[in-house]
C-alpha cells in the first residue's frame, strides 16, 4: 500500500524557516520522483520542487528558486524541503506527491499523494 506522510508544517513569522518532511513507502519502483506542491484556498496546486530520488537531481518553480531547497534521504526514504525567507503568500497547504517525472507545470502527472501539511506565514 503506497503511503505519503507530510509532517513539519506550523506558524511561522515572516523571515522565518520551516523544514517539510515526506515519508514515502509501498511505491512501485519506477514512481522515483518525489514533488512538493501547494495549495491555497481558490488557487490551483502549485509546483515547487521535485526530486529524482536516484539521481539526486533537484529541480525548482521560479516562485520558490533561491527560497527553497528540496532533497533526499534515500535511506530513510525521506524527502524533505528546506523553507527559508519565509513569506505571507506562502501561506498554503503543502503536499508531496509521486511520480514517474520531475514536472511541476502541472499536479497531474503525479499519481499519489500525501494528505497534506498546513504552512501558515503571519506575523
Known amino acids: 500500500q503506497v503511503q505519503l506522510v507530510e509532517s513539519g508544517g506550523g506558524l511561522v513569522q515572516p523571515g522565518g524557516s520551516l523544514r517539510l518532511s515526506c515519508a514515502a513507502s509501498?511505491?512501485?519502483?519506477?514512481?522515483?520522483?518525489i514533488g512538493w506542491f501547494r495549495r491555497a484556498p481558490g488557487k490551483e496546486p502549485e509546483g515547487l520542487a521535485c526530486?529524482?530520488?536516484?539521481?539526486?537531481?533537484?529541480y525548482y518553480g521560479d516562485s520558490v528558486l533561491g527560497r527553497f531547497s528540496i532533497s533526499s534521504d534515500n535511506a530513510e526514504n525521506v524527502v524533505s524541503l528546506e523553507m527559508n525567507n519565509l513569506k505571507p503568500e506562502d501561506t498554503a497547504k503543502y503536499h508531496c506527491?509521486?511520480?514517474?517525472?520531475?514536472?511541476?507545470?502541472?499536479?497531474?502527472?503525479?499519481?499519489?499523494w500525501g494528505s497534506g501539511t498546513q504552512v501558515t506565514v503571519s506575523s
Open positions: 509501498g511505491l512501485p519502483a519506477d514512481y522515483d520522483v
Open positions: 526530486i529524482r530520488k536516484s539521481e539526486n537531481s533537484p
Open positions: 506527491a509521486a511520480s514517474k517525472n520531475c514536472v511541476l507545470w502541472t499536479h497531474t502527472a503525479y499519481d499519489f
